[in-house]
């Protein structure tokens, strides 16, 4: 058998959950380093928004680079990394064609709106809204325990959007601080991201999520 064969499902997740981060976040890792690179060293508007359109362009082909990598490597692509790439090139494209950064500052307003939206009305209507967006099941979590977890991160998109409006309102180009609202995609969102991730870890538990010991007891 090949080591591809052998490979047991759970170093496959592992395999694919940080290939999904590389996915997520490269695109932006991509539009930091193109802004950087061409940001003046002075605060100047016109010098600013131009290395935001160019930080723009390598963005929108870095997010269209990432999906076919996705369909490519994961062998699938769910329906938020096509909405967000969706948005990204839309709002990409709008950035470029008026030079305005406003509408890159706006876009992740509306993709955590959007699911935060999306995922609440489909917890008041009993749908777990959250396992279709993603694509993906944890194995044994109950339906109860996706409906908590559609809610939760319905709850915490909404908050995301509004801390997204806070900081675009403070950082942008016009005060001269359009990179601190850059980093704070770093910074403070990625982290908050991660944090909240694994405060619903013992909710998942409760609601029966399998996390392999069963399996690697079999396979003993």
Excluded: C, H
Excluded at 54 to 74: D, E, N, Q
Excluded at 194 to 202: A, D, E, G, N, Y
């Amino acid at each position: 058998m090949t080591e591809a064969q052998t490979e047991t499902p759970a170093e496959a997740k592992k395999g694919s959950g940080w290939l999904n981060v590389a996915v997520d976040y490269g695109p932006l890792v991509v539009f930091l380093g193109v802004y950087k690179y061409y940001s003046p060293e002075e605060s100047e508007a016109v010098a600013e928004i131009a290395a935001v359109i160019k930080g723009t362009l390598a963005f929108m082909v870095a997010a269209v680079i990432a999906l076919a990598f996705s369909k490519w490597k994961l062998g699938k692509v769910s329906p938020m990394l096509l909405f967000s790439t969706a948005l990204i090139v839309g709002f990409g494209a709008l950035t470029i064609f008026f030079g305005d950064p406003t509408f890159v500052q706006l876009k992740p307003t509306i993709i955590y709106g959007a699911f935060g939206v999306i995922l609440l009305v489909g917890y008041m209507k009993q749908k777990a809204m959250l396992k279709i967006l993603l694509e993906a099941a944890f194995e044994g979590l109950s339906d109860n325990g996706w409906l908590k977890l559609s809610r939760n991160w319905g709850v915490f998109f909404l908050a995301l959007a509004a801390l997204n409006e806070a900081l675009r309102y403070f950082y942008n180009v016009d005060n001269g601080t359009f990179e601190t609202w850059l980093w704070a995609k770093f910074w403070v969102f990625m982290p908050l991201t991660f944090l909240f991730t694994f405060s619903q870890i013992p909710m998942l538990l409760k609601n029966g999520l399998d996390v392999g010991e069963n399996a690697s007891g079999q396979a003993d």
